[in-house]
């Protein structure tokens, strides 16, 4: 299965805002709007942070933030802090024989 | 409380069979895909395949289809995933995950995580 590709590391200092960007195809994510973006800490069950590219589920902060433009979906956290330290994977879910796509993964380190 | 609680880690050798467990509670299991995703290490998240409960339909990805078995059994609101023949390549941490359908699509509740270990 084609992963979306994301940046291997993104870094920042409390309070500042950082993006992670994830790309893919116009077939995919240029096709579908079902984004979703998951916080992982190895080891421990993955939370889901964005869904349907900027939705929020309950009790995720409003730091957290999605957007799409053509190809590329795109997280946002505003206001880092030191638990926002994690791995992050966005995903898609769309019509194909392989319905459901992670991204590469993006390490966030906060500094 | 909505949750999956996985059952625990295990240690195979090659060749051994392996059935892991997914159980749902706190919601209508029936109503909603079960998926399973894997990170084997240090790897990135895997999207394996889902099941429907209420019916048992499932889809896997192209790339498992044969490799892993997945099942469930709606009266006990357990959802499996199982091996006939482990190898060590199959050595990963195995999440099962509630998959919302329908207007929206994502894991949004997850399992605790099966550690499976393959090795002679």
């Known amino acids: 299965q084609s992963a979306l590709t994301q940046p291997a590391s993104v870094s920042g200092s409390p309070g500042q805002s950082i993006t992670i960007s994830c790309t893919g195809t116009s077939s995919d994510l240029g096709a579908y709007n079902y984004v979703s973006w998951y916080q992982y800490h190895p080891g421990k069950a993955p939370k889901l942070m964005i869904y349907d590219v900027s939705n929020r589920p309950s009790g995720v902060s409003n730091r957290f933030s999605g957007s799409k433009s053509g190809n590329t979906a795109s997280l946002t956290i505003s206001g880092l802090q030191a638990e926002d330290e994690a791995d992050y994977y966005c995903s898609l879910y769309r019509s194909s024989s392989t319905p459901y796509v992670f991204g590469t993964g993006t390490k966030v380190t906060v500094l | 409380e909505v949750q999956l609680v996985q059952s625990g880690a295990e240690v195979k050798k090659p060749g051994e069979s392996l059935k892991i467990s997914c159980k749902g509670s706190g919601y209508r299991f029936t109503s909603y895909w079960i998926g399973w995703v894997r990170q084997m290490p240090g790897k990135g998240l895997e999207w394996m395949g889902v099941?429907?409960?209420?019916?048992?339909?499932?889809r896997y990805s192209p790339s498992l289809q044969g490799q892993v078995t997945i099942s469930a059994d709606k009266s006990v609101s357990t959802a499996y995933l199982q091996w006939s023949s482990l190898k060590a390549s199959d050595t990963a941490m195995y999440y099962c995950a509630r998959f919302l359908t329908g207007s929206s699509y994502a894991f949004d509740i997850w399992g605790q995580g099966t550690m499976v270990t393959v090795s002679s």
């Open positions: 099941i429907y409960p209420g019916d048992s339909e499932s």
